[in-house]
């Protein structure tokens, strides 16, 4: 069975830094693209980031490009967001998840192919 599982998220103050850990198993990492999503209350769900571990295609949304990145390490089939010069409006649950495809702009439809997901950490970014 595949699974995800996040973890890092806590509380930082504006400024500071964090790095989200996602941990899957029971797939074939290295096939896979991992997407970072994260969800603030009362907001949708957004896509921030992804990578592809098959060919190193990344994508990275506005609001965080330059700031966050995205790493893997193959031995441990873990996948790795590394957070900069965080703001109070990163505040949010982040989530990983999982998907046979390409990493591609986290449209519905390429939203609809991620078909593993973690239970989420929650990053919280103080003023």
């Known amino acids: 069975e595949a699974q995800l599982v996040e973890s890092g998220g806590e509380l930082v103050q504006a400024g500071g830094s964090l790095r989200l850990s996602c941990a899957t198993s029971?797939?074939?990492?290295?096939?896979?693209?991992i997407g970072w999503f994260r969800q603030a209350p009362g907001q949708e769900r957004q896509g921030i980031s992804c990578?592809?571990?098959?060919?190193?295609?990344?994508y990275y949304a506005e609001s965080v490009k330059g700031r966050f990145t995205m790493s893997s390490d193959h031995a441990k089939n873990t996948m790795y967001l590394q957070m900069n010069s965080l703001k109070p409006e990163d505040t949010a649950i982040y989530y990983c998840?999982?998907?046979?495809?390409?990493?591609?702009?986290?449209?519905?439809?390429?939203?609809?192919?991620?078909?593993?997901w973690g239970q989420g950490t929650q990053v919280t970014v103080t003023s």
């Open positions: 029971g797939f074939t990492f290295n096939d896979y693209t």
């Open positions: 990578l592809s571990n098959s060919d190193g295609t990344t």
């Open positions: 998840a999982a998907t046979p495809v390409g990493c591609y702009y986290p449209s519905d439809y390429v939203v609809s192919l991620y078909n593993t």
